[in-house]
């Protein structure tokens, strides 16, 4: 896989991360909701693997293109060894106007199979140290699976999926009592999610020096990053 030394490409209030750096995410990172001096640090909390499998071999993938790479969208494509290709994007909850949705636990991905090597299966896993409730969630057509279990992509297939934290501090607690129910609701409104962050998108101020706005979309990152709940 092609390194990518970017930093934070993906985030909100609550969960960053870098992509495809080693591992699909890298270096996840959780601001808990908490204001005591000890206990309120932006924490590491692990990184999420992606595995593909084909008649029970595990076939190799790489990030073989950068579409979009700058704060808060990362999209690419990513090949497989068998001939997979998927058109790839992933981004966290940001809303205008929304603080719940700035403040959601969580992380979202899709993969659209444009090139079909064969029927293959694609599973995460989100692995880290530390005690957090860590959760993944997949859903395609036949509905939403945990990470135990894998989804089955052809050509022409849509996955999408979320990953985060289940923490019990968090505003998000009031509407969901365990992760897997939080979870859950974050794939099912993937679309929703979507607009909301080109919206976000929109609101950035766009200037005619590319540079100057790579600059804004970055430190962006860090003022969203830094709100607490």
Known sequence: MKKQNRGYVIG???IASEVGTGHLFENVRYNPPCFEMDKNQITPVGYVDMKIM???REIPWEISEIIENTYPLYRAK???DNGTEFDFEAFAPITPASS???FMPAALMSFYATCGGGEISVSLSFKGEGDFDRYVRIEDAFGTTETAKTVCVNKGTKVTAAFGIYDKRSLWTNLFEKAADLSEYAVKEYGTYKDGIE????KIPVFGDEKINEYV???TQAAVMLTKA
Do not use: E, L, P
């Open 12 to 14: 909100n209030s609550v």
């Open 54 to 56: 084909q008649n029970g």
């Open 78 to 80: 990513i090949t497989a």
């Open 100 to 102: 719940r949705d700035m």
């Open 199 to 202: 919206k976000f998108i929109s």
């Open 217 to 219: 979309r970055w430190y």
